[in-house]
């Protein structure tokens, strides 16, 4: 499996502030994701981060409120915009090496709004 | 798009015991059947998969069993111990992951 380091691991935010997620693979991988995990539930699917163009965002998420960089193929980052205390989540960055192969989870970013 | 739904949400176990946890998808196109395995405060933990092709995926003391027809697939634990207390999460794919809402297992001692 890839190495999969996301930063910060975790932060505790003022209401209306951004924070940036970064995560770095330490391979060339074919896909990145960002999903959600309130506290206690399932994860949820934010976006794909494409390589140089404009994420693919699932129904519930916009660009203006989640903007998505992937610059290379190896780091993405996730911004949390205008942050409210609903954003409080774990955030997961996660990568798919090649077609057709296994989905891995970075550590997770616990973020707290107050 | 694809619904995953998952049973039982809590299922306690004596330790020894086996323990079943059940899903099912609704997009028959769906292909990939992941299992995750997470710990409190930790990263999900692939822990076994099966692919549409198989019906079944034997791994030491877990295995997975798919029924496409049905359009649901489990996961088996055998001889339970403690450390396999954790919140499992099923998952489907066609193109990226729709998980579970998770089922929490707790091995009684």
């Known amino acids: 499996s890839a190495v999969i380091s996301q930063k910060p691991s975790r932060d505790i935010c003022q209401r209306g502030t951004s924070l940036t997620i970064q995560c770095q693979v330490d391979s060339q991988v074919t896909m990145m994701f960002w999903y959600r995990q309130q506290p206690g539930q399932s994860l949820t699917l934010i976006a794909t981060?494409?390589?140089?163009?404009?994420?693919?965002?699932e129904s519930g998420f916009v660009i203006d409120k989640f903007p998505i960089s992937r610059p290379n193929l190896t780091f993405s980052t996730l911004t949390v915009s205008n942050m409210s205390p609903e954003d409080s989540s774990i955030y997961l960055c996660?990568?798919?090496?090649?077609?057709?192969?296994?989905?891995?989870f970075g550590s997770g970013t616990q973020l707290s709004v107050l | 798009g694809e619904n995953v739904e998952q049973h039982p949400s809590t299922l306690s176990v004596q330790e020894g015991d086996s323990a079943v946890i059940k899903c099912t998808y609704s997009d028959s196109a769906s292909n990939y059947f992941p299992w995750y395995k997470q710990e409190l405060g930790k990263r999900p933990q692939l822990i076994i998969d099966?692919?549409?092709?198989?019906g079944e995926k034997k791994d030491q003391r877990i295995a997975v069993t798919l029924n496409k027809t049905a359009k649901h697939f489990s996961l088996h634990i055998t001889e339970t111990q403690p450390e396999d207390s954790a919140v499992y999460f099923c998952a489907a794919s066609i193109n990226g992951l729709t998980f579970g809402k998770g089922t929490h297992l707790i091995i009684q001692p």
């Open positions: 099966i692919r549409s092709n198989v």
């Open positions: 981060a494409n390589q140089g163009s404009e994420a693919t965002y």
């Open positions: 996660s990568v798919v090496r090649a077609t057709n192969e296994k989905l891995f």
